[in-house]
């Protein structure tokens, strides 16, 4: 199995995989960020895992995308039980996306 690992992971104790998406033909993906996802993905790999709550994605959708794109059987991901932990795992990982952006903007990494 070829399985993208995240090179950045907090909370391993929760860090699981997931190699399915159901919503995946039912999503209107925004192009713009779909390509910035690649180019991120190509340059510096899978950097925050998804989040998923009974095997179904609910952070993580344009990595996932893209890893299957790049040839990947799935992508490490936190398995939650509860919605308020997709949340909060959520605005987290938008986070630390943002703060990726500002970095790969400064050219710091």
Not at 50 to 77: L, Q, T
Request: charged share 35%.
């Amino acid at each position: 199995m070829n399985i993208m690992k995240a090179r950045i992971i907090w909370f391993p104790e929760r860090l699981s995989y997931i190699d399915f998406d159901s919503l995946q033909d039912k999503i209107e993906w925004n192009q713009e960020h779909l390509e910035t996802v690649r180019k991120y993905m190509k340059e510096d790999g899978l950097l925050f895992p998804a989040v998923f709550k009974d095997d179904e994605i609910h952070c993580g959708h344009y990595r996932f995308k893209v890893a299957k794109e790049m040839g990947y059987d799935g992508i490490e991901a936190y398995k939650v039980n509860t919605y308020k932990e997709v949340l909060q795992l959520t605005n987290f990982s938008e986070l630390c996306y943002k703060h990726y952006k500002e970095y790969k903007d400064k050219k710091y990494l």
